[in-house]
């Protein structure tokens, strides 16, 4: 058990859902908030809370997340979903840049959905992509919370 489930049980309060923010234009946000029920705060960030960053599987997409994290810090960031920008792999340069992100915050891959292209509403094809929606779900539910280095003791004696 960690501190923050110790701290927090499971049914104590509700989790308001992290607010979706964009890297960069076309990163995908207004359509995986719309899918995974989240507020679209687009390009901007709050000034204060914890939010869940979107970007594409690109080169210069990572670079500018990586940027953002260190203009914000880690903390701020419940995790980023990098959204394939194509299927099949990534390419070597982004894969790389996606290893140092996750290195540093959580991250949650989201696969490439053709039903996603061109659409006004994406929830108009929630039914088809059920499933890989249900699993990016999943993985950003269980993107573990960052208790600060303070608090390792506390953990330590709960877990005896």
Request: positive net charge.
């Amino acid at each position: 058990m960690s501190a923050a489930e110790w701290l927090f049980p499971a049914g104590t309060f509700t989790v308001p859902a992290a607010p979706f923010v964009g890297v960069h234009h076309g990163a995908g946000t207004s359509t995986w908030a719309a899918l995974l029920d989240g507020g679209d705060h687009g390009l901007v960030m709050p000034e204060e809370g914890v939010v869940t960053a979107v970007c594409r599987a690109t080169p210069p997409a990572l670079t500018s997340a990586k940027a953002l994290v260190k203009a914000h810090g880690v903390e701020r960031f419940r995790a980023f979903l990098v959204v394939a920008d194509a299927p099949g792999r990534h390419l070597p340069a982004a894969a790389r840049e996606l290893k140092v992100l996750a290195s540093v915050v959580p991250v949650v891959e989201v696969p490439w959905m053709v039903k996603l292209r061109g659409l006004d509403d994406p929830r108009s094809v929630a039914g088809v992509i059920a499933k890989p929606v249900q699993r990016v779900a999943d993985q950003l539910a269980a993107a573990r919370v960052r208790v600060p280095r303070g608090y390792v003791e506390i953990e330590r004696g709960i877990n005896k």
